[in-house]
């Protein structure tokens, strides 16, 4: 499990039976919580320092989508600046860039890794590390055109270091499936293989259209806990929810168990109602072992927090698995 860390926690409703439930002050960054932006929202975040760092996707009012850090004590009150972040050459010259949105990260042996969706003659997966989330060093794009999601596990699985990712088209992708790639050194990725499949309409349609990675893998004891996200196309569009999976633990392309029933699914106002409504869409996780908070893209708009315990969440998958 997880080094302990103190993690943003607010008790289960009462009344509540569910595995995982909303914050009750959602959502926590609003659309306009910096003076350039459309939204902010699809973000992801990490223990750093005393507190917690973060970088976000945040579409000015140009709608030019690039990715801001951003820092806080608690997790939930954010302070983020009010530039997009600036790179530096990491392992290869500096790569053109259209846009750059859904980032994750995730803290692997000595830096933090960034992933992102880069915009490179259509969407692919940009790659950066920083030290300290001052200077931030751009890499080789893991795939070529056209790929999403790409979301590192946060340490080498036999030898190697892991990705899941997205392979999609160069639109509003009405297909997708998980995949996983390695590699040896961070800069070149083989190995390719599926993990899940969208699932079929009449075993769980929630998830029918596509799925994709969302949080950073969980190491627990009985697998890598990965919060995904899976789409149904409705008459009235796209619906995103979240659901989880668990995977092995020495070969991640083996799903264990995996969510039949979502565990969150628009509801709430904000989730609801925006520039893209009905989306869920987790990018980060929280876990101090016990607990775990899971940050998700509401509505394309706005970002909200989700608690769970994981023994609780793991037992659902157990049985509410496809």
């Keep these: 499990m997880n080094t302990k860390i103190s993690i943003p926690w607010e008790d289960r409703p009462e009344g509540c039976n569910e595995p995982m439930w ?17 939204s902010i929202f699809n973000s992801a975040v990490v223990p750093f320092g005393d507190g917690f760092a973060g970088v976000f996707r945040c579409d000015n009012r140009a709608v030019q989508m690039n990715i801001f850090v951003g820092f806080s004590k608690d997790a939930l009150h954010w302070d983020i600046n009010h530039e997009p972040i600036v790179f530096e050459p ?27 969706c880069n915009g490179y003659h259509g969407p692919t997966i940009g ?47 009405p297909f997708g499936d998980i995949y996983i790639s390695y590699s040896p050194d961070m800069k070149y990725w ?15 349609a929630w998830q029918c259209t596509k799925i994709g ?16 996200h899976g789409v149904i196309t409705t008459c009235n569009g796209f619906r995103y929810s979240m ?12 799903v264990l168990y995996r969510s039949k029933d979502y565990l969150l699914a628009p509801a709430a106002p904000y989730e609801l109602a925006g520039d893209v409504p009905n989306v869920v869409f987790p990018c980060a ?4 072992g016990e607990k775990v908070a899971v940050y998700y893209g509401a509505a394309d708009t706005v970002v909200a927090v989700a608690f769970g315990y994981v023994d609780e969440i793991i037992n659902y998958l157990k049985h509410h698995s496809l």
């Design 22 to 38: 909303r914050y009750s002050k959602n959502p926590i960054i609003g659309r306009y919580d910096i003076p350039v932006s459309n």
């Design 90 to 116: 990491g392992n290869t010259d500096m790569i053109d860039s259209d846009y750059k949105y859904d980032p994750r990260v995730t803290w692997i042996e000595d830096r933090y890794w960034i992933t992102w």
């Design 127 to 173: 790659m950066a590390y920083t030290f300290d989330f001052k200077r931030f060093y751009q890499c080789e794009n893991a795939f070529l055109p056209f790929n999403r999601n790409g979301v590192l596990f946060p340490e080498r699985i036999n030898g190697k270091y892991a990705m899941l990712s997205r392979p999609s088209d160069n639109g509003h992708t």
């Design 190 to 204: 083989g190995e390719h293989r599926c993990v899940m499949k969208v699932a079929p309409f009449e075993d769980s």
């Design 213 to 228: 990675a969302g949080s950073v893998p969980i190491r627990t004891s009985e697998g890598w806990l990965m919060f995904y």
């Design 243 to 254: 659901g989880a999976a668990l995977l092995d633990l020495d070969n991640p392309a083996k």
């Design 285 to 288: 996780a929280l876990c101090d």
